[in-house]
């Protein structure tokens, strides 16, 4: 089992930046730990995806450029740094991990959540 503790959200003005944190325990190898995330009355959504072996990344299209993630595997956490922050990023932000040979963007194919944290830019 692999439990996923999601931390740092909070209130920005646009153009801010946060930082949040996903530490993983349990079964800590994980080979694809992603950032989705959900707006009120809309489904989740990939937001950023990375390989815990070899450090490759993935974005989204709406988060390029402006977003980055990253891992420590000392201390078996993820973090997704958010830059120049619009409103439509506000969200509950979660952190999910798979096994498997091939990442994904699909929130279906992973096994492993956190509890979710929000996010919410002021305009």
């Known amino acids: 089992q692999v439990q996923l503790v999601e931390s740092g959200g909070g209130l920005v003005q646009a153009g801010g930046s946060l930082r949040l944190s996903c530490a993983a325990s349990?079964?800590?190898?994980?080979?694809?730990t992603s950032w989705f995330r959900q707006a009120p009355g809309k489904g989740r959504e990939f937001v950023a995806a990375i390989v815990w072996s070899g450090g490759i990344t993935y974005y989204a299209d709406s988060v390029k450029g402006r977003f980055t993630i990253s891992r420590d595997n000392a201390k078996n956490t993820v973090y997704l740094q958010m830059n120049s922050l619009k409103s439509e990023d506000t969200a509950v932000y979660y952190c999910?991990?798979?096994?498997?040979?091939?990442?994904?963007?699909?929130?279906?194919?992973?096994?492993?959540w956190g509890q979710g944290t929000q996010v919410t830019v002021s305009s």
């Open positions: 999910a991990a798979r096994g498997g040979l091939e990442y994904s963007a699909h929130p279906q194919d992973y096994n492993y």
């Open positions: 349990g079964r800590t190898f994980i080979p694809y």
